[in-house]
């Protein structure tokens, strides 16, 4: 499919952010009480952070923003920084630049976080915004987040967009703003959990994801 304007997920899309995040989470449950290993907490990777705290550990809304402010504590100085391009992704990206291609991320994380991140690994060169959370959290929902992307393009019909990303709430976020998807199989994201949420097209890796692109 050709899609002139290309929304990418950051983590588990881009780049691999396993030991930052893992380390981070463990920083942020220790400090709570919560002795756990770094292979436990790759379910961190991809959904909206105070929600991973709410949902897999049963924090209020309060408590888990203070799970977000302890996270923090390790993830700002370190743990962004913690993480590898994957391999072959420079190559689709150069292709789809040089091919006319608009390029945004659209992630969770907050956007000032991404932008650093995208800088760290000299990825900013080939996008053209970050689009991402308030400092608060409080538009991480990836529905929103998409919304905010397309609104920067109020010209142009919905067929021109695409979502890619390895988690479902990529898939859903695009689902709800009536945009197609890829789903990638190399990220974080469960296979089953991918192809329950049905998204427009399934790749395996990223040479596969440039081949459909």
Known sequence: MAYPIIFFDLDGTLIDPKIGITKAAQHALK???IEEDTENLLKFIGPPLHKSFQEYYGFSEEKAMEGVLHYREYFHPTGMYEST?????IA???NLQQSGNRLLVVTSKPTWIAE???QHHGLDTFFEKVVGSQPD????DKTDLVAEALALFPDQPKYSFVMIGDRKHDIFGAQANAIDSVGVYYGYGAEDEISKAKPTHIVKNVKDLLQYL
Do not use: C, E, Q, W
């Open 137 to 140: 959290l409080s538009n991480a």
């Open 31 to 33: 400090r709570m009480g």
């Open 92 to 94: 689709v990206l150069t």
């Open 85 to 89: 391009v994957y391999p072959d992704i």
């Open 116 to 118: 650093k991140i995208v």
